[in-house]
């Protein structure tokens, strides 16, 4: 993981063919995503603050948006 200026740069592996996003990060399931090479830009809002659930959406995307850019 690459950190600066409170965002992240954080790998999703997704079968082999991997994205390396900066990632701004906020308690609860909060999270702007920005693929650039893609031109896109994922944003999630959440209130599962303090539990693994805010975990969800890396799995989400890295389940289902990215692979439906193939």
């Known amino acids: 993981l690459n950190y600066s200026y409170w965002w992240w740069q954080i790998d999703?592996?997704?079968?082999?063919?991997?994205?390396?996003?900066?990632?701004?990060?906020?308690?609860?399931?909060?999270?702007?995503?920005?693929f650039p090479e893609q031109e896109m830009v994922v944003v999630f809002t959440g209130g599962a603050f303090n539990s693994q659930k805010q975990q969800m959406p890396f799995g989400i995307v890295n389940n289902f948006v990215l692979p439906a850019l193939r």
């Open 12 to 34: 999703f592996p997704n079968n082999g063919n991997p994205f390396t996003p900066t990632v701004a990060t906020g308690n609860g399931g909060q999270y702007i995503m920005c």
